[in-house]
């Protein structure tokens, strides 16, 4: 009896040790479930930076062709000046023609001339009185390194020169319009196709121009401030 109840024992044991080896593969399987998943979530991540690639690279395309920073917003002040003119007294933007330069000068130094290096008021504060040096540079900034400056025309009256050398700028309130600095998109050779406009007090575009900027050959402080381009051409935005 004893023998056959030694035998039923082992068998029972060798019955438990079998489903022991049952589980353990079974749980082995399991583990493997997660590497599966393991495997197919990083698959999914790979899709994911893909495509945070793709978006990357767009929105880089996107600053290459348009960018706009300090250096460029500040030639807002000429570009201001050259759509006043237009907006006061319909003349289009024309290095060439004496009075169109001269009035554009002087809605420059009316409106940004006090800025500039070495410019004072006379007595009166009716005019602004401004160096030579200074006016040879709005001349570079607005119309560019080539271009001669003219003589004043016997028709421009609210900006002359004395026999001090000095110009004579007066001093008028700005007209009921305000400046904006569009965008800009930069071209192969450094250069600049910016959109600027004037508003009035609602809002309401009253000029919209485009302009076509090229970098100066050096930069200084003279107008109290940097300009970094000149304005080469000027037209309908």
């Known amino acids: 009896m004893k023998k056959k109840a030694t035998i039923l024992i082992m068998a029972l044991m060798l019955s438990l040790?079998?489903?022991?080896?049952?589980?353990?593969s079974s749980a082995g399987s399991t583990t493997e479930n997660p590497s599966a998943v393991t495997e197919e979530g990083s698959v999914k991540q790979e899709d994911d930076s893909v495509s945070d690639a793709s978006v990357s690279e767009t929105s880089t395309v996107q600053?290459?062709?348009?960018?706009v920073d300090e250096t460029l917003t500040s030639m807002l002040k000429p570009l201001d000046s050259i759509m006043v003119v237009e907006f006061v007294t319909s003349f289009g933007y024309n290095p060439n023609d004496p009075v169109v330069y001269w009035?554009?000068?002087?809605?420059y130094l009316c409106l940004y001339g006090p800025r500039a290096s070495g410019t004072s008021y006379d007595k009166d504060e009716a005019y602004l009185i401004v160096g030579a040096?200074?006016?040879?540079?709005?001349?570079?900034?607005?119309?560019g390194e080539t271009v001669v400056m003219p003589e004043i025309p016997e028709t421009i009256a609210r900006i002359s020169l004395h026999d001090d050398g000095?110009?004579?700028v007066k001093n008028d309130p700005r007209p009921d319009c305000y400046p904006e600095f569009v965008s800009a998109v930069k071209n192969d050779d450094g250069s600049y196709e910016a959109i600027a406009q004037l508003t009035d007090v609602h809002g309401k575009i009253l000029i919209n121009h485009s302009f076509h900027l090229t970098p100066k050959s050096s930069v200084n402080n003279l107008l109290g401030q940097q300009y970094y381009y000149?304005?080469?051409?000027?037209?309908?935005?």
């Open 166 to 168: 000095n110009y004579y």
């Open 230 to 237: 000149t304005v080469s051409t000027a037209g309908v935005g």
């Open 103 to 107: 009035t554009t000068m002087y809605y």
């Open 133 to 143: 040096d200074v006016v040879r540079e709005v001349g570079r900034v607005l119309f």
């Open 17 to 24: 040790t079998g489903c022991a080896s049952g589980k353990t």
């Open 63 to 67: 600053m290459q062709s348009t960018i």
